[in-house]
């Protein structure tokens, strides 16, 4: 089975492999802006709608997106799977793998569900305005619609990217974004007939696109590299085995998305009750750091795929030497990006706002960002890389460690003035983050450097 980044390359050829990362990268970090760009078209257009529309969305985004992730990943074991499979030339028998991870979505979307349309018990706890919190409440009770449909398209799209097929997602990810900005203006102001529904309208408008991205999915499905698969040839019925084994491989990828989600979040919310000049350069730091994260997350994820299909072949060295050159690439790119980020910090920020206060936070944060893009970007290629071997339940511990365990402790302190004469707020979040990151970044390089010398181990984690 060939696609792009199939072909084995000499293991000595840095132009190469990069060549070949990037031939399957670039559709995947253009996957990433096209999703980012249906946030951004939610999130501005309900802010042109009523300040508290923009709010109720941007805080339910907060709690989406990490059960999203978490639910996702769990899927995402199908990616090294399948990867592997095609290196061995057993595509054929990823059909089965295939199907069971179809399977794993009915339980996925229902606790999803759940916690979706019961959300307002989160945003009463947290002290959220009750305007913003209905508003909030609205849109995700609206996007649960969409959820059984959004997360059977992405378990498709995690097959195709296992089989070294990264364009369809693309363009369909690429198609929706006219879609979603035409029923986000029918919707949230109520146009040609449609109800006006604010912010909550946006949720609307996600659920229907949502289902749009399945349905475009279905039509990829028969293109003849998915069918060689033999996905569709017949019916199965959930095999507990089966499943049981996917999940081994899929709930620490899940988990630790979610871990390092979560964190994000829920620093949000203890930032968002300190103030809202602090809220807003949050939010500002977090969505340039976020827009510099993409290129390195789907280096990461195209690498994961690199070294599963070499991990499938049996050809150890050139898996390990896929990782190395995608780490050095990540190392090479942050370092260049830290530059830029600390010398534009004022005029990024420019970007986004005109308040004097914001704007001052706000670049002191990018400083942060400057500092920790080394481990930021590293840290994701390494778990990419990692993901290839099968190779899961670790870094969920390390990520359990470095963020909840460290991070966010030592971010409370010093925001709290716990540890210092006085309190620093949102500074003392981010310097937390910081440090969590750093050693998470230290830990999953090491593990990556012992997982790829033990042939021993990857045959065994190849096994799963």
């Not at 009750?130 to 995700?140: C, M, N």
């Not at 199965?236 to 979040?265: H, Q």
Request: glycine residues 10%; charged residues 10%.
């Amino acid at each position: 089975m060939s696609g792009p980044g199939a072909t084995a390359l000499p293991a000595n050829s840095v132009s190469a492999e990069l060549g070949a990362l990037f031939r399957l990268g670039w559709p995947m970090i253009a996957t990433q802006m096209f999703i980012m760009a249906t946030g951004f078209l939610d999130t501005a257009m309900a802010g042109n709608y009523g300040a508290a529309d923009l709010a109720g969305v941007a805080m339910a985004g907060n709690l989406m997106w990490p059960f999203f992730m978490l639910a996702t990943g769990i899927t995402m074991a199908l990616t090294p799977i399948v990867a592997q499979l095609r290196g061995a030339g057993t595509v054929a028998l990823a059909g089965e793998r295939i199907r069971q991870g179809l399977w794993i979505v009915t339980p996925t979307s229902l606790f999803m569900i759940l916690i979706l349309w019961n959300s307002q018990i989160v945003f009463e706890f947290s002290g959220i305005d009750p305007e913003v919190t209905r508003i909030a409440v609205g849109y995700l009770q609206s996007v649960c619609f969409g959820v059984p449909p959004v997360l059977m398209y992405v378990a498709l799209r995690q097959t195709c990217e296992g089989l070294g097929h990264t364009l369809p997602p693309m363009w369909i990810a690429g198609a929706v974004i006219p879609l979603n900005a035409l029923l986000n203006y029918a919707f949230i102001f109520g146009v040609w007939g449609f109800p006006e529904m604010g912010g909550i309208g946006a949720g609307v408008a996600t659920a229907i696109v949502f289902w749009m991205e399945l349905l475009l999915m279905i039509f990829v499905t028969r293109r003849s590299w998915l069918t060689a698969t033999q996905v569709f040839a017949k019916f199965s019925p959930p095999d507990l085995t089966e499943i049981t084994r996917l999940m081994r491989v899929g709930i620490p990828i899940g988990l630790t998305f979610f871990i390092e989600m979560a964190i994000f979040s829920l620093v949000g919310f203890l930032i968002g009750r300190i103030g809202v000049t602090d809220l807003a350069a949050h939010s500002i730091a977090g969505n340039l750091n976020w827009m510099t994260f993409v290129l390195p997350s789907a280096l990461g994820a195209a690498a994961g795929i690199r070294v599963g299909f070499y991990v499938g072949a049996n050809n150890f060295d050139a898996a390990r030497f896929a990782a190395l050159t995608a780490w050095r690439f990540a190392f090479a790119y942050a370092l260049i990006v830290s530059v830029l980020l600390y010398l534009g910090r004022t005029w990024l920020v420019e970007i986004y706002t005109q308040d004097v206060a914001v704007k001052a936070m706000a670049a002191t944060l990018l400083i942060f960002i400057a500092i920790y893009q080394i481990a930021d970007d590293t840290q994701a290629v390494a778990a990419g890389c990692l993901r290839g071997y099968k190779d899961t339940t670790m870094p969920m511990v390390i990520g359990m460690v470095g963020y909840w365990l460290i991070a966010l402790p030592f971010g409370v302190l010093l925001a709290q003035g716990l540890l210092m004469s006085e309190p620093i707020g949102v500074y003392g979040y981010w310097a937390g983050l910081t440090l969590g990151l750093g050693l998470v970044a230290i830990a999953l390089g090491l593990r990556l450097v012992r997982t790829s010398r033990n042939q021993a181990l990857i045959s065994s984690l190849a096994s799963r």
